[in-house]
């Protein structure tokens, strides 16, 4: 397979060596049935981390949590020893419960606990990028969970900080503390409450990394993009990530799959080149996006 260098362009995060790739990959569909436990087919799943590396993907997203523990185990297998300019970004603050249930983990002890877990899994002694995980809609103070964080970093355990599921106000409260290279929020075409967010972190130089990007466990239903999708013959998910692409410089998107057909249709996202009847078209979706 012929590697592509630079799928989607790239972007270099905020005051780091670290220059990704735009079109990465998550991790979180290696495990099993609703992220829990092993994969069906493991040598699947790691034939897909083989080939989005030699696609050219250089910035993967994962998490220890998920599995638990499986999918890092999986990324570890299939592409340790890491290539130089792979970027591993993962994602601690959350643990499963027994009933595979997602569970806040921020008290000092679990966090130490989710790096020190990261590292091992992932057979690294440094982790390149943190994001402290807020589960649910908190508006609450971060300042507690991200100092340990920051901690963590000093300590030579972790090279960047980047944050999930947060708002702006968390963010200025987390600079306070650290410099936060990346921001990991809900985000697509229906659902743009972070415009203005999004535009003051490319102000920044700060990466934005939307999560479901077509509407995660509610795929989005519209005229416009079934449109869209049958004018550029695509899929609705390349059309909604070529919109992403196009929508600002610092948006680096990381959709998952355990399919090598489906990786490389994500792929392909990146060479869609949408006019801009259709941008306004899709644009129309979200019904009163935030500027």
């Known amino acids: 397979m012929t590697k592509q260098m630079n799928p989607g362009g790239s972007f270099t995060l905020a005051n780091t060596s670290l220059t990704v790739n735009r079109m990465g990959y998550g991790a979180m569909q290696l495990a099993g049935p609703q992220v829990w436990g092993p994969p069906r087919d493991v040598d699947a799943a790691i034939a897909v981390l083989r080939d989005a590396v030699e696609a050219g993907v250089n910035h993967i997203d994962t998490s220890d949590f998920y599995g638990p523990h499986v999918t890092n185990q999986i990324i570890k297998q299939a592409l340790s020893p890491y290539a130089d300019d ?5 994602k601690v603050g959350a643990r499963r419960g027994g009933d595979k249930s997602w569970l806040p983990a921020l008290s000092h002890q679990e966090l130490m606990d989710a790096v020190h877990d990261n590292l091992r899994n992932l057979g690294l002694d440094k982790l390149d990028v943190v994001n402290l995980r807020i589960m649910g809609s908190s508006e609450g103070s971060i300042e507690e969970p991200l100092t340990v964080l920051a901690e963590l970093k000093q300590q030579g355990l972790i090279r960047h900080l980047g944050l999930s599921n947060v708002t702006p106000r968390q963010l200025a409260e987390a600079q306070k503390i650290s410099e936060i290279v990346c921001v990991q929020n809900l985000y697509n075409i229906a659902h743009r409450d972070d415009d203005g967010f999004i535009d003051e972190l490319a102000r ?23 449109a869209a999708t049958a004018s550029l013959q695509a899929t609705p998910m390349q059309v909604a990530l070529a919109w992403l692409l196009q929508r600002a410089p610092n948006i680096l998107l990381i959709p998952g799959t355990s399919s090598v057909k489906h990786l490389h249709e994500n792929l392909q996202a990146a060479e869609l080149r949408l006019a801009p009847e259709t941008i306004a078209d899709l644009n129309c979706i979200a019904s009163s996006p935030k500027k």
């Open 204 to 226: 920044q130089g700060i990466a934005y990394v939307p999560f479901f990007p077509l509407g995660g466990f509610s795929p989005l239903q519209s005229a416009a993009l079934d």
């Open 86 to 90: 792979l970027v591993i970004v993962t």
